[in-house]
Structure formats: C-alpha cells, structure tokens
C-alpha cells in the first residue's frame, strides 16, 4: 500500500499484471502482461512501494526485480536473483529480497546490492519485518515462520 492509500496488487499466477486501485477499492490501472521485455512479467510474485512512490515488483520467473513509477511507467531492472520471491522495504529505505537460491540479498534503495545471507532453514517464500528491524521469514518446507533478530 502507497502513502496515501493506493493498493498495488500483483496478478501473478493466471494474469501477468499489475493492478492499482483507489483507497476505496476502485480500479484505476492496469500494467504488465505476460512476456519477458521490459514491462512485462512472468509472475510477479511480489510487490513493494517505497518511500518515493516507486513501486517494486518481484518478476518471479524473469529473476529480477522490475521498478516502477506509481502509473506504471518502467523505471529500472534489478538483476542477479533466482525467481525472486518476497520484497520488504525497511524504514530506513533499504530493500530486502528473497529469491529461490534460497537467500536474502540486501539492496539500497537505488538497487546496489549491500550484502546476503541465507534465511534459516530453507530461505524464505514470504518476508517481513518490524519496526526494530527484526526481520520475518514464511519458510516452506517446513512451514513455519523464522524471526530473525537485528543486532545492531
């Protein structure tokens, strides 16, 4: 969800697309469609707005992040994953991903990788995190959820 409300949903297993809608549930765009150009997806597994508006979509099969502007408009390429999985945006700004290595890449928010590890067990399929940079891992198999404590 946006700052002012927007919902960013990504259509990923039967659509290939991004939907935005109105605080109110209202549809007001749609982007993407299946494919490997630039803009297109192979299931967009995941999505994240950040603090600039920017909206972060996890282009599970094409391994890389795809960024956006709000409307659709294609900003940037992230590479270097395998089908990546989960995106989290702390409150610093830095952008958590989790692909199907299984791994956790930590990337600033202009997209340079600042470091990774594994998750606990098998990586991650979902992540999260909390306000004192704990991060949350939806791990499969097992299903279970692993917290990982921040240290610093």
């Known amino acids: 969800q946006a700052a002012d409300g927007a919902i960013f949903v990504a259509d ?8 935005r809608f109105a605080p109110d549930g209202t549809l007001i765009e749609s982007w993407g469609g299946q494919g490997a150009e630039t803009g297109m997806f192979t299931t967009p597994h995941a999505i994240a707005v950040d603090r600039a508006g920017r909206v972060l979509v996890a282009d599970r099969e094409n391994n890389r992040v795809q960024v956006f502007d709000r409307d659709g408009h294609f900003i940037a390429a992230w590479g270097d994953f395998y089908h990546p999985m989960q995106i989290w945006i702390d409150d610093r700004g830095l952008v958590f991903v989790t692909d199907q290595i299984p791994r956790i890449s930590l990337l600033s928010a202009d997209g340079r990788l600042i470091g990774r590890c594994r998750g606990a067990i098998n990586g991650a399929h979902g992540l999260s995190g909390d306000a004192k940079g704990n991060l949350y891992l939806a791990e499969l198999p097992p299903q279970e959820v692993t ?6």
Do not use: C, D, F, W
């Open 12 to 19: 990923g297993y039967g659509n290939s697309h991004v939907h």
């Open 147 to 152: 917290k990982l404590e921040r240290l610093t």
